[in-house]
Nanobody, 127 residues
């Protein structure tokens, strides 16, 4: 059973940076592609970033391009989301998600493509 645990959220000011972490346990980390999503009250969960099993392939939502970097450390079973120049509209609960790597499959940006989810970590950006 795959388990995902996020950390690193908190309260920051607009313009600050924050790094989120997500640890995967229960299965071989390098067999999984991962993504970050976020959600605010009353809205659907939205895609933020995705990374393939190797770490060589990444993709970002338009809202995060140029401000976010997703990376993974397969030796530590951990994926990261570095966010810079944070904006008030980045305030949300951020979720880590995983699905088993499938040969030939591109990066996944939809929630239904992911099989496992963490409990989320709150990011609040103040003015």
């Amino acid at each position: 059973q795959v388990q995902l645990v996020e950390s690193g959220g908190g309260l920051v000011q607009a313009g600050d940076s924050l790094r989120l972490s997500c640890v995967l346990s229960g299965r071989t980390f390098s067999n999984y592609a991962l993504g970050w999503f976020r959600q605010t009250p009353g809205k659907e969960r939205e895609f933020v970033a995705a990374i393939d099993w190797s770490g060589r392939g990444t993709y970002y939502a338009d809202s995060m391009k140029g401000r976010a970097t997703m990376s993974r450390d397969n030796a530590k079973n951990t994926v990261y989301l570095q966010m810079n120049s944070l904006k008030i509209e980045d305030t949300a609960i951020y979720y880590c998600a995983a699905h088993a790597h499938i040969i030939g499959q591109g990066l996944s940006i939809f929630t239904y493509e992911y099989d496992y989810w963490g409990q989320g970590t709150q990011v609040t950006v103040s003015s």
